[in-house]
């Protein structure tokens, strides 16, 4: 370095040395809390001819506020204010602290320095103090460039930040929030007390408060102060969820309303309403309710409603429940179709009803009334017979009313001939026969079946859907082997019955009953034809002219029959001429024993009868013959004539009648 350099040097510093003055640097304001502690920063300097005076052991830092002296470092028990003052006066720092704050210490303070010939007020610089009883606020912010709304699943930074006042201990920062979530918190002690809150926003953050609350420990009590900010998170539909009104259950035909809810930022949501149906959701309507004003049983199922916004969407699905009485009750036949006589059976109820807990009550139809059998969805007859074949019906009911099924019980059993059958004549024999599938009835004689004939009458009629009734008349006769059998069968089975027959013993007594008859009627018609022929000579001998009137009375064998005819004859005693021709007349004669006095006659009675030929000759054959053919209506042949229950064999022959022949 040059002459001229150094030169320079030394006057700049020589100037500066000179030129210094007294200054003092103070905060222009103070804060301070009531109750604890304020600190005054200062640093002073002088002019550099007192430098010699300001030494450490001679430096005295008086406080003045408001032109009082109020703090001597000298003697501080006799100060007004309680305090000290930090900084080294001999090094020119002045800060003080003042303890015990309260309303006494607002004011101007200004500072005084005194160290040997030193001393000095510096006026023109004052600090005002202000008291304040609860601490300032601190401040809660989003950083790093965030939006005051953020989307879920970013990073969230919360920054609390306080200007600390003096306290012993020092203030500290803490955060609150609801919900409690666990989050990373910082702080760090300076002029300002700083604390940061890190997290990564989620749904359960929107609207969240941050509390940032600042406390000062003193020594009566603490003083806090607090700072807050609300978090704004925007996120998809959660929570989505479908009320049912009326809740519950829904009787059909009411009404009901669906409404779907969503939380959701932003809160404009779409709603689709869909139901499943055969395993795909079918789309219905959107908004947020849905509403049926009359409902069935098939609207019964899951709906699902859809909330979106722009952020994504959610869904919830609710369970209709429609209930309503039994509906398309049914009644099954395990094993199905017709049942075998002696087997197991059970009917089974089903019904459609909601709610399905349903009782169940078995009846039968007896008499055209329904009689009650038991309760519960299943009938069982472990061994069935005929007698329990018929109609069974079925009630299923539940709290909102009840529906009915029947079904047929068809037992099917193999024929079954009744004990009642039997023959109502010699000649005429009834049979019934019960099975079910109905049977077919054949009649057997002599081990051989028969069928209509001339020798044989079968008539049949049904009694019900498994009985029938047949007869069958014979119209031949029976040797002492013969049998007669009713057979009855159907896919089951057969039954057969052996009904008596008339032995052969009574046959042959029927015939010889027959001669015995025909004999005695014909001794009898010779007894009469001799009497008369004896009275009516007697008469002419006598020459009695008067006429003899000949009544035939009518009869009859049995109840229901023709009667015989009725003649009445006027006999002339005197003989026909040619010119005087006597009149034909016709009568039948029955020979049959219609009050029979023994077994013999009653045997001619049921099985024949007889009928004589009278014969009355005119002049000549040829005019009895002219004046048989005249009467048309007299029969000439022998004829079978079949009367209910019986069969009759009646000779009716022309009678010619001559009474003048002997």
Known sequence: MGVAEKVCVFIFLLQGVCCRDFSISLPEKIEALSGSCVIIKCTYDIEGKHDIDLTESAAIGVWSKDGNNVFNSRVPNS?????????????KNCTTIFYNVSSNHNGKYHFRIESGDLKYSYLKNTSTVNVIVSPPKPTVKLYKDQDQEVLEGRSVSLRCSAETLCSSPPPTLTWSFTPRIPLSESSRQQELLISDLNFTATHRHHRVTFTCTITYQLQDKNKTAQDNI????????????VSVF?????????????????????????????????????QLQTGDTLTFNRTNPTQRGWYHCKAQNKH????????????????????????????????????????????????????????RELKQLQTGDTLTFNRTNPTQRGWYHCKAQNKHGYNESSVMLDIQYAPQISTSSSCDSVTVYFCEVDGNPSPELEWHLSGRPVSN?????????????????????????????????????NTHGTARKQLNLFSQEVSVFNVYAV???????????????????LYKCCRTQRGDKTGVIQTDVADSVDSGEEPFYVNKVMLSAEAPTINHPETLHYST??????????????????????????????????????????????????????????????????????????
Request: overall charge neutral.
């Open 515 to 533: 001669l015995v008859g025909f004999v005695a009627g014909a001794t009898f018609m010779a007894i009469l034809w001799v009497t008369t022929l």
């Open 312 to 367: 994504g969407y959610n869904e919830s699905s609710v369970m209709l429940d429609i209930q309503y009485p039994p509906k398309k009750t049914s009644v099954s036949v395990l094993p199905s179709g017709s049942v075998l006589e002696g087997s197991s059976v059970t009917l089974t109820c089903r019904s459609d009803a909601n709610p399905a807990e349903l009782n169940y009550t078995w009846s039968r139809k007896s008499e």
């Open 79 to 91: 100060n007004h204010f309680k305090g000290k003052i930090t900084g080294k006066l001999h090094e």
């Open 589 to 662: 004669i029955n020979f049959n024993n219609t009050k029979p006095e023994s077994k013999d006659i009653r045997g001619i009675s049921l099985l024949t009868e007889d009928y004589a030929v009278v014969r009355f000759c005119g002049r000549n054959v040829a005019d009895s013959e002219a004046k048989i053919r005249e009467v048309s209506s007299m029969p000439h042949d022998d004829t079978i004539y079949q009367v209910p229950h019986k069969a009759r064999r009646s000779a009716d022959m022309d009678v010619k009648q001559d009474p003048m022949s002997h």
């Open 246 to 282: 009326p809740s519950g259950s829904v009787l059909e035909g009411s009404s009901v309303t669906l409404t779907c809810r969503s939380d959701a930022n932003p809160a404009e949501l779409n709603y689709t309403w869909s139901r499943k149906s055969e395993r795909e959701l079918k």
């Open 230 to 241: 609300t978090l704004h998170v925007q996120y998809p539909p959660k929570n989505t969820s």
């Open 453 to 489: 004939s001339s020798n044989t009458f079968i008539s049949e009629e049904r009694l019900n859907s498994t009985g029938l009734r047949s007869s069958i008349t014979l119209h031949q006769s029976l040797s002492h082997t013969s049998t007669l059998q009713c057979v009855g069968n």
